[in-house]
Structure formats: structure tokens, C-alpha cells
């Protein structure tokens, strides 16, 4: 009975845009740069093209950071006896948080214009959860937490 699964999910954040979508975007702001690169030299003023191209290259490094930061994760998992947030990052040693379901309360601070804040609190450690979740998808998680914290508590625990 302990081992029941009472919630689990894996929160990721939105990817800013596919992988064709960013190389299409990269593909036409080169083409700009360039056509305009061409038009800058044949008046004279050729100092000004690196910049253009150097433009394009930070706009590819941008889209490589955004993408790498999107494969970051958390995943949650609420049993009768334990609930366990895993940081998954992109890069680097994931970390492994465990509270007891009994004393963990879920706290969702919602702060207008401010996104709110989801957070996990027991004996005065505090963990935030889904930083990079939408205001509503906080609140989604928080209610689905919230409600399976309430089974947790709820489930009688076998005695030995």
C-alpha cells in the first residue's frame, strides 16, 4: 500500500520553438543581414557589415541557450509515506528533495502582476517548484498537489 502512487508528474517548460522554426527564423534574419550587408558595402560604408553578421551569430547563440534551458525539468511523486522533487537540469547532477506528506504544506502565492510563487514548505525548509510554469499552471499543480497530499494523509499506514 505505501508504494501506491498518488501523483506524478514531470513539469518541463514550453520550448520556445522548434528546431526547424528556429534554423527557418536564424535562415531569414541572415538573408536580411546579408541583402543589407551588400547594400551597406556598395554605398562605402563597409565597416558596418561584421556587426551584421556578428548580429546573426548572437541571435544563433540566443536560440542554442533558449532551447538548452528547455530541457530542464521537475519531476514530482507523491506516495502515502513520501512526496519527492527531482531538478532535473540540462546540464550538471540533478538534485533529489523528499518531505514527508504529513507535515508539507503547498503554498501558491499569487501576486498580481507579479507570477505567483509555487512552494513546498515543511520544518522550515522551503523548496520552490515549476519557476518556470505559467501562473496557471502553477495553480493546476498546486490544486492536483494539494489534493494528493490529502490522500496521502489520508491513507492509514499498515502497521508492522
Given at each position: 500500500m505505501s508504494d501506491?502512487?498518488?501523483?506524478?508528474?514531470t513539469l518541463r517548460p514550453n520550448p520556445p520553438m522548434s528546431a526547424a522554426g528556429l534554423k527557418l527564423t536564424l535562415a531569414v534574419v541572415a538573408a536580411m543581414n546579408l541583402a543589407f550587408a551588400i547594400w551597406f558595402v556598395m554605398r562605402g560604408a563597409w565597416p558596418v557589415t561584421p556587426f551584421m553578421g556578428l548580429d546573426v551569430a548572437l541571435l544563433g547563440f540566443a536560440f542554442h541557450v533558449s532551447r538548452v534551458?528547455?530541457?530542464?525539468?521537475?519531476e514530482l511523486r507523491v506516495t502515502?509515506?513520501?512526496l519527492s522533487l527531482d531538478r532535473i537540469p540540462p546540464r550538471g547532477a540533478p538534485t533529489h528533495i523528499e518531505f514527508n506528506p504529513y507535515w508539507v504544506q503547498v503554498d501558491w502565492e499569487e501576486q498580481?502582476?507579479?507570477p505567483g510563487l509555487l512552494t513546498l514548505r515543511s520544518h522550515g525548509r522551503a523548496e520552490p517548484v515549476g519557476s518556470f510554469l505559467a501562473p496557471e499552471e502553477k495553480r493546476n499543480v498546486a490544486s492536483a498537489l494539494r489534493a494528493a497530499i490529502g490522500r496521502a494523509r489520508a491513507?492509514?499506514?499498515?502497521s508492522g
Open positions: 501506491t502512487v498518488l501523483f506524478n508528474v534551458a528547455a530541457r530542464r525539468r521537475e502515502p509515506n513520501l498580481p502582476p507579479k491513507t492509514p499506514i499498515p
